[in-house]
Every structure is written in C-alpha cells, then in structure tokens.
C-alpha cells in the first residue's frame, strides 16, 4: 500500500467534508475497499444466512464512503508504524456482517467483531472461512449482556461505525470501550449527527452535547477539529451515494427495559433543515485512552 496516498486528509476529528471524497488519499483508499468488498460479495452466498437483514452494499451508503476510509487510514497508519510482525487486537464494536473487517485483517491487524446478533456470529466465522485475511485474522465475540465480551485493557485498537447515534444510552457503551482498551490505545467513532431536530438518531444538538462530554472523561482527541463551511460538509443529500434509505442500527447496550438490536430498515420523512445542506452529517473522532 502506497502510505504517500493515505496521509494526511484524515488527521482530524470533527465533521466529514464533502470535498474530502475527491482528495487524492480518500479515492485511493475507497478504490481498495471497493475491490475488496466485491470479492467479499462474489463468495457471500457461501457464508450469508439469509436471516440476515441489513445491507450486504454497505461500502455505497452516503456515510460510509467517507466513514470506512477514515477508520482505515488510522489503522494503516498505525499498523505501519509498529514493529515488524506486529499484530494489533483491533475490535469491531456492532460490526455485523461485512468486508471491512477482513480489509482491516490483511493490513495486518488481528480484528475481532462483536455483536449482540448470533446470525453475525454464524456468518462471520463461515466468511472467515472463504474470505482472504492475511496477514492478519478475522474472529467473533457474541455480546450477551450489558459489556463488551473482553477483559480490562485487553485490546489496542477499538472502532464504532454509525452505531452510537441509535443507542439511547451510549454514555455506557463509549466507557466499554474505554475499559477494553489498554492505556493510550486508539479509539475511532463515526457516527451520524442530526442537522434537524427531528432527525431520525439519537445526535441531534443535546445527544451531541453528551457524546462529547462522555469522550472527554474518557478520552484525549488525537487531532484538533477542523472548520469545515456548511456547505461543504457531507450529508444525506449531498453525497454521491444520497439514495441509500438505510439507517445502520447495529449494536446496542440499551439499559431502559431490554437489550436488543435495534434495527431501523427506511427512514422518518427527511427534513431539510435551516441551512437547506440535508438532515445528518457525519462526524468522525480520533481519540487515545486517556
């Protein structure tokens, strides 16, 4: 992998910029995670139940072709920076059934993916079987209760994509993955914020207020936020996949009466909101354990 390519426009926390998508780094990086997610669905009837119901295209979703090139970058840059042979324990928090994992894995990072879904587990362990991931692995870890299945300070790497913004408690399940990671180790956060009141996620400005707030007593941000003009910054609307109607609901520790998955398929009717730009953004954070 050519590193001169994915430094730079990633070494930041704070809102992801439509602009980003066009920088030299992202297209490189996105056109590696698509060639790998097409090999990841040419052998899917091999591993995919069909009691699995969220997307199997997840790489082509208006957030997440910006959000799986910033949660890359960071780790081939971490993996780059190690000793030789090293192999980094790197948790996939809410992972459901996708390449990403396996991209990860043949950067050289031992990923485990944890969900509360045993469909997940089933599947994951049946791609392992058929998925190339070398030189690192893929395994899974069932969540059936209210923490993460791993000891204090057990892995070096901890990553949540889009899967803070559905759980209405997610003060508990940022402070898991706080104890799970050793001290100083990387913990990367992408999720969807509400640019409408009535957004269909759990960030709107108050959620948004609490998320950062729970980071801080946890956490010290690698990079500084960046200023990005509104109408520059990525949403549902603007971005080159905008149809996509799925909103990820993957993982979820919820503390009111049960722990469930909560899966949302479609959305509430979209809001244009005041700056007339979309109703959700993304916003990403690169954090160390403090």
Known sequence: MNNQKTEG????????????????????IFSVLESQQSEFLEKEEKFRSKEYELPNDPLHCWSRVWEYPYVYSHLARMVKDLAEGSRP???????GVTFFPFSLARLG????CTDIDPVCEKDILRAREN???APGDVHFRLINKEKLPFADCECDVVYCISVLEHIPDFENTVREMARVLKPGGLCLITCD???????????????????????????????SDRTIHPVNVLTDLNSPYPDCRITYARIGFRLLKQNILKKVFGRKPRYVNVLGIGNLAVLGLALRKR
């Open 89 to 95: 324990l790197v948790i996939d928090v809410g992972s």
């Open 9 to 28: 426009i990633f070494n930041r926390s704070g809102l992801a910029a439509l602009s980003d998508l066009q920088a030299p780094e992202c297209r490189y």
């Open 131 to 133: 998925i190339p991931c």
């Open 193 to 223: 914020l509400g640019l409408d009141p009535r957004s269909d996620t759990q960030l709107t400005v108050h959620g948004y207020e609490r998320l950062m707030s729970v980071m801080k007593q946890q956490f010290s941000l690698l990079y």
């Open 109 to 112: 990072c031992q990923v485990v």
